[in-house]
């Protein structure tokens, strides 16, 4: 495709256009991890629907299930009986610990930061013992989303980057080094390893 420039709703048309072959890519990518455990990250209902056409053995999560159903699918796959979920990031994204599994795919891309970077950090986090490999699988014609990303993925780095050393330079303490003195008429004592 010639043009990389999108609207939204062209966005989300192009995405239709390149959805069988983006699963295709996807369900490759899973074959090629062999017995390893797989989250493949999708953003649409028409996605999903391919993903199970295409990938029987995946085990599906979604929004309508039932809260209870929901829970029980998500805690097959994080106590390992089941090897390959996918979702959205909206619903499995956040506040989830699946360190045993290093293998994460997006179906599909957007422009939210804030969710690619709370879904990766289900396995990429504390007690990961293995390098985490993210695949991200969009049509040439959404390189945009990916530059996008990108640089909101360094402006983010940056940001963290100075605030450890804002945190070296002046210590915890600094932050509550203001003239607080009672709450609620009690007095103000803070830990000493605050100071």
């Known amino acids: 495709y010639a043009d990389t420039n999108h609207s939204a709703i062209e966005a989300w048309q192009e995405k239709s256009v390149t959805l069988t072959d983006r699963v295709q890519r996807v369900k490759e990518i899973v074959e090629q991890g ?3 455990f797989h989250i493949i990250w999708h953003d649409t209902d028409y996605e999903r629907d391919e993903i199970k056409r295409q990938i029987p053995s995946a085990t599906i999560v979604t929004g309508s299930q ?7 699918l998500l805690s097959a796959f994080t106590d390992g009986s089941v090897k390959v979920m996918a979702t959205k990031p909206k619903i499995g994204g956040w506040g989830l610990n699946w360190q045993h599994c290093n293998r994460m795919i997006f179906a599909g891309l957007t422009h939210k930061f804030e969710e690619w970077y709370q879904a990766i950090g289900r ?3 504390f007690h990961q013992s293995r390098g985490v490999h993210v695949y991200m699988v969009y049509a040439e014609s959404e390189a945009g989303i990916v530059d996008t990303l990108n640089t909101k993925r360094l402006k983010h780095e940056a940001m963290h980057r100075e605030m450890v050393e804002a945190m070296r ?3 915890l303490g600094a932050l509550y080094q203001t003239n607080l003195s009672l709450i609620n008429g009690q007095p103000i004592r803070l830990p000493k390893w605050l100071n």
């Open 169 to 171: 330079e002046h210590g």
């Open 34 to 36: 062999g017995d390893d």
């Open 66 to 72: 039932d809260p209870d159903e929901k829970e029980r």
């Open 123 to 125: 396995c990429h986090r």
